[in-house]
């Protein structure tokens, strides 16, 4: 584990560029999409509409880069560690800082990320298979429609854990305790009945191994956004890179319900 | 109970324009507010930022005032009992029918509704006073300042219904588990606390008893948006008139979690 404020610093200077899967334990994890705002009532009304993809943690003020409900200290311009710029639905740039692309009118979403429950799926002896290979979480397209909301209209993205056939339940509960990081899984097993149709290929992030005994377990993902870019094709979305997510300054357990 | 389809005529009718807690068991009940779609990315911000008190179940389309998400069949202009008309921040009109008053740029906002989870409360064997002396739920104006968005600010409302204080916690549990109609209380006991200076003089809703050996208990209310109204002054907000509410297509169960 690296020490956070540490990590945040390598993060904002652009030496730290990698996936932050089982980073600085105990703080949750998030998605962004940044659009300008003649874009964002639709894009709000998306994330309300599916909630289970796009749960919203935190939404910034018109230009403002500060996410202040979950980290009033940070710059979502400079806070990942890597980013996506997508262009009429092209994948046109990977980049490590968006300041010089950032508007006076553009908004930032703060989405929720499953990898803030991974600590819980631990505790619960629930292996992650990417933290044990050292990869990114693998994450797939689906045939899954997103409710569609103005402009913006796809399916959606999950990502996918393997786990023993015997926790396949108790994994499903444990992670409903967090709805605001995706909660429940979504899918478990057959990846066909999703549009999935090879599990060893991700559309997103990195093979991991299947063992014998386990089923895959799908959790909605809040790279359903870039899918929706793509298929909707604004002019501008700049979102973090698969995996590559902003890390807050709330505590995971702070999510949890009940 | 009323049979439902023979409810909801009555209220479209007109006919019909009392409370409705206690009414048509299983079914969801939302709180509305209606705004021109130039004041809507605020609200659908302000409503992200509190979500307990603003939990949204619904947006209807830019001028649609079909709940698509949770009353396909429905017409949010004549569905409710009765309405209220904000303008300026002053509530200038109370009807049973906004068709009139209906615009093509209008959008309207369903907002979880606490009267959902009596039917749990009153399975917990936690009475409902106002259904016993067959009232309106008591709300009240708070101290607890909501996080503004845009031009929207204001306090929070709650709703308040007496608990046995050895069922406090239980009543906490049970509501829990149904955070988008409000969730868990927000506060518990002394009234003051919160800002309420008189419990027996509720600023909307009515007067409950409150037998010894009881505790007020308060949830977050969709009231909240129309202290904001006050609060805030846009120049029209169109809502339902509190404890006048709309009867969903969906069952109280479906939104529960865990």
Redesign the interface.
């Known amino acids: 584990m690296i020490e956070r404020n540490n990590l945040m610093n390598q993060i904002r200077k652009g030496i730290y560029t990698s996936p932050t899967s089982g980073l600085v334990h105990g703080y949750a994890q998030a998605n962004l999409v940044v659009l300008p705002k003649k874009d964002?009532?639709d894009f709000?009304?998306f994330?309300?509409?599916n909630k289970q993809a796009c749960p919203?943690l935190d939404?910034t003020d018109v230009g403002s880069p500060v996410p202040q409900?979950i980290g009033a200290n940070a710059d979502i311009r400079t806070d990942l560690p890597r980013y996506r710029v997508y262009r009429y639905g092209v994948l046109t740039e990977e980049r490590t800082d968006i300041t010089s692309l950032w508007e006076e009118d553009m908004v930032g979403f703060m989405i929720g990320c499953s990898f803030t429950f991974e600590d819980a799926l631990i505790a619960n002896e629930i292996p992650i298979r990417h933290q044990e290979e050292n990869v990114n979480v693998p994450m797939y397209q689906t045939s899954i429609p997103c409710?569609g909301a103005g402009i913006f209209h796809g399916n959606v993205v999950v990502s996918m854990r393997p786990v023993p056939e015997e926790q396949a339940v108790r994994a499903s509960?444990v992670t409903?305790?967090f709805?605001s990081v995706h909660?429940a899984p979504i899918h478990i097993g057959n990846p066909a009945a999703i549009g999935i149709t090879n599990i060893h290929k991700p559309d997103f992030g990195d093979q991991v191994t299947i063992k014998d005994g386990e089923v895959p377990v799908f959790w909605a993902c809040g790279v359903t956004p870039q899918a929706v870019a793509m298929a909707s094709k604004p002019a501008l979305m700049i979102t973090h890179a698969p995996g590559h997510m902003f890390i807050t300054e709330i505590k995971n357990e702070q999510l949890g319900?009940?």
């Open positions: 964002a009532y709000l009304l994330c309300q509409r919203l939404v409900m409710e509960l409903a305790r709805p909660g319900v009940l």
